[in-house]
């Protein structure tokens, strides 16, 4: 596999897409291949509970401007302030406390 991080402090559920197109999930002890892949580029995915205000995700991408989707628990999709912190973060910020899940790809 193509030099990969995985993210350091990843919460149960989230699902990063390595360079060779495989979709990893943490399980809360482990990473496990969840997918071979079959297209597309790298993507991150962060289930956010409960609501709050401000999303500081860690994605490990090495890209500062990246695509972010965010849908809510009833499955609208949210338009938040995305602030591009650097090549491995964004922070999103919502006027009123959202939970639900950001994609991430580059």
């Known amino acids: 596999m193509?030099?990969?991080?995985?993210?350091s402090n990843p919460a149960?559920?989230?699902r990063?897409?390595?360079?060779d197109g495989r979709v990893w999930e943490w399980d809360g002890s482990r990473w496990?291949?969840?997918?071979?892949?079959g297209g597309g580029g790298p993507s991150f995915t962060h289930t956010q509970?409960?609501?709050v205000t401000d999303w500081p995700i860690i994605h490990n991408m090495g890209f500062r401007y990246v695509l972010v989707q965010v849908v809510d628990t009833v499955g609208t999709h949210v338009i938040?302030?995305?602030v591009y912190t650097n090549t491995n973060r964004v922070d999103l910020e919502f006027a009123n406390p959202v939970?639900?899940?950001v994609i991430i790809r580059r």
Request: aromatic share 8%; no cysteine; proline share 14%.
């Open 32 to 37: 496990s291949v969840v997918s071979t892949g």
């Open 16 to 19: 990063v897409t390595s360079p």
């Open 12 to 14: 149960v559920g989230d």
């Open 99 to 101: 939970a639900g899940t």
């Open 2 to 7: 193509a030099d990969f991080t995985f993210p």
């Open 80 to 82: 938040p302030d995305v």
């Open 49 to 51: 509970t409960p609501a």
